[in-house]
């Protein structure tokens, strides 16, 4: 059962575009939601995180949009540059101390066009 | 600042040889993880450890062991390795709940 459901698998965008990846959870029980960038050869690095007590973060070029009643969040990448062409995961992981499971999208392969 | 360190960083075996991955971080975190990465399929949790002297399997456990050495090291062990185990490897480490994930670099096992 895939509790986190990530589309699109690749995506090709023209550099100064617009990327947008989406994301789909079922468990109600989540309550935090990263956003992981690899590059390759490297291992994943956190890119930007949201909680759903809010329904937006940006930073810099990059945006988390949650919509909470949908099970619903997407990052968005503002100003695509070839430098962003990586392997882009979401994830979410449970509420409550304790909880250190974190479960990933299959992730999305971004390449920046110049 | 070395962050995660995983070793080796490449690795050939045989289907039935055995093999420990090796995995440290200095960055004094309570949490580690062992995940494989295959293609199409996203990152899987293989075992963690919340904190050292403790450990749980995750998803995709079968075949595998670990260890929980110190605070700072986690193995990883394949007794009997399989061509399904062929895959790349990444160690993890956070220091508490919900911070940030920290990744090693990985191995990447090919079994014949």
């Known amino acids: 059962q895939q509790q986190v459901k990530q589309s699109p698998q690749s995506l090709i965008v023209q550099k100064g575009g617009i990327s947008i990846i989406n994301c789909a959870y079922e468990?109600?029980?989540?309550?935090?939601f990263p956003w992981y960038q690899q590059f390759p050869g490297k291992g994943p690095a956190l890119l930007i995180a949201?909680?759903?007590?809010?329904s937006e973060k940006k930073e810099g070029r990059f945006t988390i949009s949650f919509n909470k009643s949908a099970k619903q969040f997407s990052l968005h990448i503002m100003d695509s540059q070839p430098g962003d062409s990586a392997t882009y995961f979401c994830?979410?992981?449970?509420?409550?101390?304790?909880?250190?499971?974190?479960?990933f999208g299959k992730g999305t392969k971004l390449s920046v066009i110049p | 600042n070395a962050g995660v360190t995983q070793t080796p960083k490449f690795q050939v075996l045989k289907t039935g040889q055995s093999m420990t991955l090796q995995c440290a971080q200095d960055m004094n975190h309570n949490s580690m993880y062992w995940y494989r990465q295959d293609p199409g399929m996203g990152l899987r949790l293989i075992y963690y450890?919340?904190?050292?002297?403790?450990?749980d399997k995750g998803e995709v456990p079968n075949g595998y062991n670990v260890s929980r050495l110190n605070k700072r090291e986690f193995s990883l062990r394949l007794e009997s390795a399989a061509p399904s185990q062929t895959s790349v490897y990444f160690c993890a480490s956070m220091s508490s709940y919900n911070s940030p994930l920290h990744f090693g670099n990985g191995t990447r096992l090919t079994v014949t």
């Open positions: 994830a979410a992981s449970p509420e409550g101390a304790g909880s250190y499971q974190l479960t």
């Open positions: 450890s919340a904190s050292e002297g403790t450990t």
């Open positions: 949201i909680r759903p007590d809010v």
């Open positions: 468990n109600t029980a989540f309550d935090y």
